[in-house]
C-alpha cells in the first residue's frame, strides 16, 4: 500500500486508519508543506519526501502539476493507493496502472459559483477509483459530463472522527507549555483559492484575549501571520516546533480556526470549536453548526464573548461518537482495498 501525504492533518488520519486495517507493508511519501512531514516522523511513519508546497504566488500554478509528475516517477511500487484531498496521488496512480481510494470532505464548489481551478480539482478527485466521504457531502462536486464520477461511498460522521477515536490524551502535555489553561487559534488560509476575503480576524481576536486575560496558543500559518503575535508576550505562546494538534484541543478550553479541520477535530471530541472561515462553509461544517457542534462567526465581539461564557462542563470531551465512526471508516476501507486488489 502507498499513501501520500499532503497537508499537517493527513499523518493523523492515515496513522489512525492504518492501525485498523489487516497487516500490509505500507510506504509513505509526504510533501514538504508546514508539519507535514515532521508529524509524520513524530508518528513513526518515515515517510520519503516528494516535492514541496509552492509559496510563491507565481509558481503556485505549477505545484500540483510539478509534484504528480514527480510522484508518477517516483512512487513505490503498490498494489492500491491512500490519499486525502489530494489529486496528485490519483493521477499519479492512474499514471501507473494502480487503482486508488480517496477521502475528501471538500466540497466547497457545491456553494461558491465561479471557482474554476477547484471545480477543475472535484473532477479529477472524482476520477480516483473509490471515493470516501461523509454522508452530508454534495457527491455531484465530483462528477462531470466530461470526467463521471467514480464509485463514492459514504460513511455517518466526520474525517475527522478517525484521528480523533484512536489518539492518546497525553495528561504531561501542558507541561511544554506556559500555561495550564488556554484557547488555540489558527488563522484563516487566505491565499487558498476559494477565498475571498482579505483580511484577518486574528488583530482583533488577540487583542480582546489579551484584554480579557485569556492565554493563547498560537499557530501562524507562516505567511506573514507571525507578526500578530509579537505584541502580547507571554499571554500568545507561538511554539517554535510543530505540536500535535490533537493534543492541544483535547487540553484547551477552546479551539479557533480560520479554517475547517481544527474546528472539526475539536468537535468531534466533544470540545468547543469556532470557526471563522471566510467564505461559504463546507456541507461538514454546515452540519456541525446545526448540531450546535461548532460556533460559527466573523465577529470579533461575538466570538469572545462566546469563548469566555464557556463552563467547565461544557468542556469535557466525549469520544463515544467519534469510535463508532472510527470503526465503520476502518471496515469500509478494508472492504475497498479488498475490490481493488479482486
Not at 518515515?46 to 509559496?55: A, E, I, K, M, S
Amino acid at each position: 500500500m502507498w499513501v501520500d501525504l499532503v497537508s499537517p492533518s493527513h499523518p493523523f488520519f492515515f496513522d489512525a486508519l492504518l492501525k485498523r486495517l489487516p497487516d500490509v507493508d505500507v510506504t509513505a511519501t509526504a510533501r514538504q508543506k508546514t508539519e507535514t512531514v515532521t508529524i509524520a516522523n513524530s508518528l513513526g511513519i518515515r515517510p520519503r519526501v516528494v516535492g514541496q508546497d509552492l509559496q510563491h504566488p507565481a509558481l503556485r500554478p505549477f505545484g500540483i502539476p510539478l509534484r504528480t509528475a514527480q510522484l508518477a516517477a517516483r512512487a513505490p511500487k503498490c498494489d492500491v493507493s491512500l490519499s486525502s484531498r489530494n489529486v496528485m496521488c490519483i493521477l499519479a496512480s492512474k499514471a501507473r496502472g494502480v487503482p486508488s481510494i480517496h477521502f475528501t470532505d471538500n466540497d466547497v464548489t457545491a456553494y461558491i459559483d465561479g471557482l474554476t481551478q477547484e471545480e477543475l480539482y472535484h473532477r479529477l478527485e472524482g476520477t480516483a477509483t473509490y471515493n470516501v466521504v461523509p454522508e452530508s457531502f454534495r457527491q455531484a462536486t465530483l462528477a462531470s459530463e466530461v470526467l463521471p464520477s467514480s464509485q463514492v461511498f459514504t460513511y455517518d460522521g466526520y474525517k475527522e472522527d478517525v484521528s480523533v477515536a484512536a489518539f492518546d490524551p497525553d495528561p504531561t502535555f501542558t507541561d511544554r507549555l506556559p500555561f495550564e489553561e488556554f484557547v488555540v487559534v489558527r488563522p484563516e488560509a487566505l491565499t487558498a483559492s476559494y477565498v475571498a476575503e482579505t483580511d484577518s480576524l486574528i488583530p482583533d481576536l488577540l487583542a480582546g484575549f489579551a484584554s480579557a486575560g485569556v492565554n493563547v496558543v498560537y499557530l501562524p500559518r507562516g505567511r506573514g501571520d507571525e507578526s500578530y503575535a509579537d505584541e502580547y508576550g507571554d499571554a500568545v505562546f507561538v511554539p517554535d516546533d510543530p505540536l500535535d494538534g490533537l493534543q492541544l484541543a483535547w487540553h484547551a478550553t477552546c479551539v479557533l480556526t480560520g479554517s475547517g479541520t481544527m474546528a472539526r477535530e475539536a468537535a468531534c471530541m466533544g470540545k468547543p470549536a469556532v470557526s471563522f472561515f471566510p467564505h461559504s462553509l463546507l456541507s461538514v461544517d454546515r452540519k456541525m453548526v446545526e448540531e450546535g457542534r461548532v460556533y460559527h462567526s466573523r465577529d470579533p465581539d461575538a466570538i469572545l464573548d462566546y469563548v469566555v461564557s464557556l463552563t467547565p462542563r461544557r468542556i469535557e470531551p466525549d469520544r463515544s461518537r467519534s469510535k463508532d465512526t472510527y470503526e465503520d471508516v476502518a471496515d469500509l476501507t478494508e472492504d475497498l482495498i479488498r475490490r481493488c486488489l479482486d
